[in-house]
């Protein structure tokens, strides 16, 4: 381990749902070090009452998301030196979802819109049926291969201006788990997911302004998920399915 | 000023596009009243005609027809994005955009100074 040649002024927002405040802390300045490293330095070391979410650390369970100098991000794959240079590290609750406390947001919102986008599977099968075959090249599958790797961090929701303008959008991360359900060849809802993205919440809000895509930490494009439900809604909709 | 999470190239579009849009849709109201004056009042309609070979004006048009070109390829790259086949260089074809509105624009402007 290094030895700190340095201290680095974090300023980190601190209060109880809607009131808060920064609060400035300095912390030993390590090579390598994380921005979950010095949220976890201050709790352990400086003021054991902050409060924050983690679990993993290592990129997998995506629920140690945060603001890092005003930009979404997964605080254990994200490298201080990487973002804040020598400039003061402000580390606040991620955007467009309620605070609970410091760092800590309630993310019902988040999963309760997944459920609302029909982001659930419909089975097509019981238990006692043959497994359904899904081929790796099939073009379905590929589509939804390409939103499969989502570990609900979040960033995409924070991200996304249209969330921060439209309370009941169903944001990136609940659309692009329809999108993906929609392609998979074992799920029966496809008429039941369309209806519940063409809503007054839907997919149709999407100004593609392409927060989601840019910022995702698994480097997904929810922004391609979102104009697939756009063309397969518009599409069902010329069919009168709709 | 624009805040950090909103500093990436298709935010800038976004911005540019919906920019224009609303300076497009100003414009329009004074573009139909200065026409209208051709019918209504002849003389004041010449002497709209003549400020406009002012050099300053003719820099204003050019900044117009710029506005009315990157709302018109900003508006085609978005109708792309959610009609046709995915395309992957989203970042480059909003570059394309503005490089295209700045080459017609300045085209433009080449033509009337």
Known sequence: MNEPVKTRRVSIWRGEGETGQFETYDVPAYDNQTVLDVVSHIQHYIDPSLSYRFACRVGMCGSCAMMVNGEPRWTCRTHVNKVAGQDVLEIAPLRNLPVIKDLATNMDPFFDKWVKAE??????????EEMMVVLPDDAERKKADAGIECINCAVCYAACDTVAGNADYLGPAALQRAWTLYNDARDAGKQTILEAVSGAGGCHNCHAQGGCSHY????????????????????????GKL | MIR?????????????????????????????????????????FDGFIRFTDLAVVKLAEGLL????????????????????????????????????????SATFFLQVI
């Open chain 2, 65 to 104: 027809i710029f506005l009315l070109a990157v709302h018109i390829f900003g508006g085609l790259r978005l109708m792309a994005l959610e009609w046709l086949p995915w395309t992957a260089m989203q970042k480059q074809l909003a570059a394309g955009a503005i490089a295209l509105s700045c080459f017609v």
């Open chain 1, 119 to 128: 982001a659930v599977h419909h089975s097509s099968a019981s238990r006692d």
């Open chain 2, 4 to 44: 950090p999470h909103r500093r990436h190239p298709l935010f800038l579009a976004f911005l540019l596009h919906r920019t224009s849009g609303i300076l497009l849709a100003l414009f329009l109201p004074v573009h139909f009243w200065v026409l209208s004056l051709a019918l209504t009042d002849a003389a004041a």
């Open chain 1, 216 to 239: 995702c930490p698994n480097e997904l494009n929810p922004m391609q998920a979102i104009a697939g439900l756009k063309q397969a809604t518009t599409r069902a909709m010329l069919k």
